[in-house]
Nanobody, 122 residues
């Protein structure tokens, strides 16, 4: 059974940093592209970042480009999201997800974690 477990969320002041982790079990991580999404209260889930199986290609939402970095360690079955210069509008539940090919649409992702809350205070 596939499991994706996020961690690393929390409360941080604007301008601060957090690193989210997503540990994947039940499958070989290197066979899948991975993505991070987020959902703020009252809003739809939105794409944040995605990374190809071999880390050669990365996509970012315009709102996080230059501030967030997605990476992966296939040997550790873990995907990361380094978030710098955080803003109050980054407040959301952050989810990691896996997909067969690198895409940005959430509907193309098959398995999801339970999410981790990130709160940025002003």
């Amino acid at each position: 059974q596939v499991q994706l477990v996020e961690s690393g969320g929390g409360l941080v002041q604007a301008g601060g940093s957090l690193t989210l982790s997503c540990v994947v079990s039940g499958r070989t991580l290197s066979s899948y592209a991975m993505g991070w999404f987020r959902q703020a209260p009252g809003k739809e889930r939105e794409f944040v970042a995605a990374i190809s199986r071999g880390s050669f290609t990365k996509y970012y939402a315009d709102s996080v480009k230059g501030r967030f970095t997605i990476s992966r360690d296939n040997a550790k079955n873990t995907v990361y999201l380094q978030m710098n210069s955080l803003k109050p509008e980054d407040t959301a539940v952050y989810y990691c997800a896996s997909t067969a090919r690198l895409v940005t649409s959430s509907s193309q992702y098959d398995d999801w974690g339970q999410g981790t809350q990130v709160t940025v205070s002003s």
